[in-house]
């Protein structure tokens, strides 16, 4: 593989995603690499907001990733590519309704993630095994599911950010709602939830008429807004922990007075994955 040097500030490149299945396809990656990077430097993949914005998303975790000195990675999930939420925020996991299809496990769109960081910790000559994982809202229920559903053994932590509605470990209610129709089984459960996560919760991300507040009838089971529904998904997981008696790996977070969008949950998140 031929070495490129990835520009110090904020840059971006085209992957070339040959691993992906049915076919090979290529994805635009909005970069940001502080100024005290090094061949050591911490590795972070971000996943953008449903509005599929990757180089806005960079430039708002560039200022504290600077502090750190870290490299952020912010795959664009363009919607040519992966329309609608089935095939971004749930993963491609399977086709949206009527259809309902469950896919073949490897044209999922989870694996790109894995693919993207080997390619750059090789293109770059890092030393780095792992990576950190980053969401915010749609970026956050593809954190999630990625961590359930997948090995992820390159992940060492990941952080899922205001959440607006929260997969179920639950294998009696199909996907995407809960784990169940895919192939999954208690041993999944168990490994999902001792995952190393923090859930980060906004304050102020308590507006039950947030235009894009999900509202089907899952999701307002779990809460009237994203604060309340981040709160009881993570004592509801921590219960579920106990009964299966295993760990339960996350921690939870709360940023006092922020919102939905807001810079202080991104720059609360890169401090957390500054491990």
């Known amino acids: 593989m031929s070495k490129f040097t990835m520009a110090e500030g904020a840059g971006s490149f085209v992957f070339h995603d040959d691993g992906a299945v049915p076919s090979p396809r290529s994805i635009r990656i909005s970069s940001f690499c502080a100024r005290s990077s090094h061949r050591h430097t911490r590795i972070i993949v971000a996943m953008h907001g449903v509005d599929r914005a990757a180089e806005e998303f960079r430039d708002l975790l560039a200022p504290q990733a600077e502090r750190n000195g870290q490299i952020v990675l912010v795959p664009e999930f363009d919607p040519d590519q992966f329309p609608?939420?089935?095939?971004?925020?749930?993963?491609?996991?399977?086709?949206?309704?009527?259809?309902?299809?469950?896919?073949?496990?490897?044209?999922?769109?989870?694996?790109?993630?894995?693919?993207?960081?080997?390619?750059?910790?090789?293109?770059?000559?890092?030393?780095?095994?792992?990576?950190?994982?980053?969401?915010?809202?749609?970026?956050?229920?593809?954190?999630?599911?990625?961590?359930?559903?997948?090995?992820?053994?390159?992940?060492?932590?990941?952080?899922?950010?205001?959440?607006?509605?929260?997969?179920?470990?639950?294998?009696?209610?199909?996907?995407?709602?809960?784990?169940?129709?895919?192939?999954?089984?208690?041993?999944?459960?168990?490994?999902?939830?001792?995952?190393?996560?923090?859930?980060?919760?906004?304050?102020?991300?308590?507006?039950?008429?947030a235009p894009d507040l999900p509202r089907w009838d899952e999701a307002m089971a779990q809460g009237p807004h994203r604060l309340a529904r981040g709160l009881w998904h993570f004592e509801h997981c921590k219960e579920l922990a106990g009964r299966l008696s295993g760990t339960l790996g996350w921690k939870l977070e709360i940023a006092p007075g922020a919102g939905h969008v807001d810079q202080q949950i991104y720059d609360q998140g890169a401090i957390i994955l500054n491990g």
């Open 84 to 209: 609608g939420v089935h095939a971004y925020n749930f993963g491609g996991v399977r086709l949206p309704p009527p259809d309902n299809t469950v896919l073949p496990r490897d044209h999922w769109n989870f694996g790109v993630i894995d693919r993207l960081f080997h390619h750059v910790r090789h293109a770059i000559g890092s030393s780095r095994d792992t990576f950190g994982l980053f969401g915010n809202s749609a970026g956050a229920q593809f954190v999630l599911r990625y961590l359930a559903l997948n090995e992820a053994a390159s992940v060492d932590l990941a952080v899922a950010a205001n959440c607006g509605c929260y997969m179920l470990p639950n294998l009696t209610k199909d996907y995407p709602v809960g784990m169940g129709g895919i192939g999954l089984d208690e041993g999944h459960l168990r490994r999902y939830l001792a995952r190393p996560l923090v859930i980060l919760l906004g304050a102020a991300d308590n507006d039950p008429d």
